[in-house]
């Protein structure tokens, strides 16, 4: 195999041109990105004269159609249906309003963390976890006389928390598809990795604000319709099938909202199909990606990325930081977490093959790195919205990202004194992943 640098050109043409664009007008999301991946997937296929157009089309179809690449796009799909549908259906609100009827007043703050963290792992997006509960955070504010920014940065906070961890997150589905382990697997090694740092959270912003004195409105909610929520939750920590869990999510919400009087049965259908397109992005990208990374694969690109790794790192725990430093790069070039993982998982399953780092664990690591830069970038979309919706700046809220930051360094922690394995850190690679069926 040739390692040909000239083989990463594709990756540096979509950095290029995406960053350019967000530059040049000052907004990262200007330029849809799936445009940007469709020019350097052309760069790639003019490459290599040594194969026909043909040929290199063919290639470029084998990555798209591989196994874990339809899945991928098909979980997006179903994830999508179910949490248009539960938001419709009246989960999100009634979600907010119990935690919030629940939480005394001097942990309101904490309480804007934890209930978050709660509607992000039951929906599986930060984007909307944001959008549901920005608002209330600057109601909160208003009644208690406490600064926006600590608020919108617990939001923030508690919505990165299940954009990582979330059975139906994109970034979840991404990691885990990519490295070719269970879903479960990857939650239970990913939970105890962030768990410190949103126990450390909540103390903190319990201590910032638990003067507060204020007395909080009343909040109306109706505990059914948050039962779909539980429902995917458990079934998918239980194991069962992610399409099951998922298909089962959407039916409860479609009776609860029609006999809420949320909607019509007909109408549900609509609705179900709104949720989809909302994830027709991603997946369009996903499968444009697996097509570029297929080229450049064959090229020897991606042989290079893994022999400059390996000259740069040594053993299990320089593999893993390798991994974690490479999708968060991406990340600050693309300001998409699910990208970063789609761009960078090929990349970090080979590197985790060579090395013998267990599927789960590079799953976690891709995740958690993605999500690391994702929660702190200025321009990254899940701040402009929060500060879009509560009249700040996303630097305002900076100081108050405790959990991104302190999720770092968790991490790194992990990374650094977690037992690994095998006696040796350079032990031979294992090869035995547990895959999906």
């Keep these: 195999m040739k390692y040909r640098g000239f083989a990463l050109l594709p990756f540096f043409v979509f950095i290029v041109v995406f960053a350019g664009a967000g530059i040049i007008s000052r907004d990262f999301y200007s330029m849809p990105a799936y445009v940007a991946f469709i020019i350097a997937l052309f760069v790639a296929l003019l490459q290599n004269r040594g194969k026909s157009f043909e040929e290199k089309l063919k290639t470029a179809a084998k990555g798209a159609g591989d196994t874990n690449i339809i899945t991928m796009v098909l979980i997006f799909l179903v994830a999508g249906a179910f949490s248009g549908i539960v938001t419709a259906s009246g989960g999100v609100e009634s979600t907010v309003n119990f935690g919030l009827s629940m939480i005394p007043p001097q942990y309101m703050v904490a309480g804007i963390f934890v209930i978050g963290c709660f509607i992000s792992l039951s929906m599986g997006t930060s984007m909307g976890t944001i959008t549901a509960l920005a608002p209330i955070a600057l109601g909160v504010s208003q009644q208690a006389d406490i600064p926006i920014a600590i608020c919108v940065g617990a939001t923030v ?39 410190p740092a949103a126990l450390l959270t909540i103390v903190i912003f319990y201590l910032q604000t638990s003067h507060l004195t204020y007395k909080p409105d009343t909040y109306d909610y109706n505990f059914v319709e948050i039962i779909p929520y539980l429902i995917v939750l458990v ?5 069962f099938n992610v399409f099951a869990v998922l298909f089962s999510g959407i039916a409860l919400s479609v009776m609860t909202g029609v006999f809420n009087g949320s909607f019509t049965f007909l109408e549900s259908f609509s609705i179900i199909g709104k949720g989809m397109t909302d994830l027709f992005e991603i997946s369009i990208i996903s499968i444009i990606v697996a097509c570029m990374v297929s080229l450049i694969r064959e090229n020897g690109g991606i042989a290079l990325i893994i022999e400059t790794i390996k000259r740069s790192v040594s053993g299990k725990r320089g593999a893993e930081l390798g991994i974690g430093l490479l999708v968060l790069l991406v990340d600050m070039c693309t300001a998409n977490n699910t990208v970063a993982i789609v761009m960078s998982g090929p990349v970090a399953k080979e590197i985790g093959d060579e090395f013998g780092v267990e599927s789960k664990r590079v799953a976690s690591i891709l995740d958690i790195f993605a999500s690391v830069g994702q929660g702190l970038l200025p321009y990254g979309a899940q701040l402009l919205t929060a500060a879009a919706l509560t009249g700040i700046t996303p630097l305002d809220a900076f100081p108050y990202l405790y959990y991104p930051i302190l999720m770092l360094v968790s991490v790194l922690l992990f990374i650094a004194f977690r037992p690994q394995k095998s006696k040796l850190d350079g032990a031979p690679p294992q090869k035995n992943h547990k895959c999906i069926k």
Aim: hydrophobic share 45%; glycine share 12%; charged share 15%.
């Design 235 to 239: 079934g998918a920590l239980a194991g």
């Design 157 to 195: 906070c508690g919505a990165m928390f299940g954009d990582n961890l979330s059975m139906i997150s994109d970034t979840t589905i991404a990691a885990v598809r990519t490295q070719g382990c269970q879903m479960k697997d990857k939650f239970k090694q990913n939970f105890f990795i962030v768990f």
